[in-house]
């Protein structure tokens, strides 16, 4: 009997999770659409397929449910990029995943970049989506700083290079094409801001561009390390 009720409990979180997970989903879709200031708790239920109702229950405002959206995309990127980062043993070859995961990743770059840019946009007016979103890029900033510590102490790329003030240039960088991609401008696109970032990290590491999309043994890399 208490097996039974048990199973039932597993069940029933499972669910929960993954309707809340839903919500916080297609809110972020609605902010990327829309804006932060156009997301409703309407927009939101009838993309979610549930009722206000039950988005207040487990959110109990629209400013709660848009702060858990800001939250939930940082983590869900960043699990997402452990899980990718753990296939790749070269370190160059992992910053250059991240690069490429900078600009589209499990979303859609109009999806994934639209929200954060739509997110941004919102802190200047909003205290505590500016803070929420200062802890997102606190942890963002420290996949980049990671990686290109890991290239570093392998003896990858200089050794006088600092990963801290890399990774500031490397996120400085990647938001501001970002922004350009999105909107339009210099008629670039994603592969354009992937190509972009590449070029500009290889320069300021110091290595040839190719070796951040081929890994360390395959043949003819021989310039995978600091010039």
Request: net charge negative.
């Amino acid at each position: 009997m208490s097996e039974t009720r048990i199973r039932t409990h597993a069940v029933t979180d499972e669910a929960i999770s993954r309707l809340r997970n839903r919500i916080l989903q297609q809110t972020s879709h609605v902010i990327a659409k829309r804006g932060v200031d156009g997301c409703s708790l309407t927009l939101v239920a009838a993309a979610a397929g549930c009722s206000i109702g039950m988005i207040q229950h487990h959110f109990q405002t629209r400013n709660a449910l848009v702060l858990a959206s800001i939250a939930y995309r940082s983590e869900r990127a960043t699990d997402e990029w452990q899980r990718i980062s753990e296939t790749v043993t070269d370190p160059i070859r992992r910053i250059g995943d991240l690069l490429s995961f900078a600009v589209e990743g499990e979303e859609s770059f109009a999806d994934a970049w639209g929200f954060w840019v739509q997110a941004y946009a919102a802190a200047p007016r909003d205290p505590e989506v500016r803070d929420t979103i200062a802890v997102a890029l606190q942890m963002w900033r420290s996949l980049f700083v990671t990686a290109l510590r890991s290239a570093r102490d392998t003896n990858r790329i200089a050794s006088n290079l600092d990963p801290e003030r890399l990774a500031t240039y490397v996120v400085a960088a990647a938001d501001g094409l970002a922004m350009q991609t999105l909107g339009g401008f210099y008629g670039g696109d994603s592969s354009t801001m992937r190509s972009t970032l590449n070029g500009l990290v290889a320069h300021l590491l110091g290595i040839n561009e190719e070796a951040l999309t081929e890994s360390a043994d395959a043949p003819g890399n021989s310039e995978a390390v600091p010039r």
